[in-house]
């Protein structure tokens, strides 16, 4: 139960942070939001989405062309927060899975089991975008082959297709050995498969 609430208060969380990113997408913020921010909150948005603590130097040129402090001690402790909501195994299962990219923000304490989780679920989406691609460039080359004309040139794609074909297989066992070592490691851990 309290895993399941704190996947709960981390996805609002995120949704929070996305839209406040959103807001904010060029200078992270703006004179007004600089005046009127809540650095806790901010620090621990920042924090959530994974930004690593040197995320705050953007809120720093951002408040520093309108001549305004940063309150980095308050950003600080909301960011120390929200990283810590960040840096789950649940987390890197889904950053990895989605294939994002990870800024090694999280802290020694929670780092490994983050990490561990993202590199097999990051294994896994990198396998199988690799084993599509080489598909499509298989594809490709079946389309070339129907549609030449000559027949030395199909008999040339045709030996491509080949070796790609071969390529595709090769792809299709580091997929499957990629999604073996990612049911072992969620079994072990006691997850569930998603």
Not at 138 to 155: I, M, W, Y
Not at 161 to 173: F, H
């Amino acid at each position: 139960m309290l895993l399941s609430n704190q996947l709960s208060l981390a996805l609002r969380l995120s949704t929070v942070s996305l839209a406040f990113a959103a807001l904010a997408s060029c200078a992270t913020l703006n004179e007004d939001e600089c005046r009127s921010v809540d650095w806790t909150q901010l620090g621990q948005q920042d924090g959530v989405a994974g930004h690593p603590s040197s995320y705050i130097d953007n809120h720093r040129s951002a408040c520093a062309e309108h001549k305004l402090p940063v309150d980095e001690q308050q950003w600080s402790a909301g960011w120390e927060q929200g990283i810590r909501l960040f840096c789950t195994p649940q987390n890197g299962l889904i950053h990895g899975r989605e294939g994002r990219s990870y800024a090694n923000s999280c802290p020694m304490e929670v780092k490994t089991d983050f990490e561990g989780a993202y590199s097999v679920s990051k294994a896994v989406y990198d396998a199988r975008n690799s084993r599509d691609r080489l598909q499509r460039e298989l594809d490709s080359l079946l389309d070339a082959r129907d549609k030449a004309e000559k027949p030395e040139d199909r008999q040339r794609i045709s030996r491509e297709i080949d070796t790609k074909r071969s390529a595709v297989r090769m792809a299709e066992r580091r997929l499957w050995d990629a999604e073996g070592d990612y049911d072992i490691y969620v079994a072990s851990q006691g997850m569930m498969r998603r």
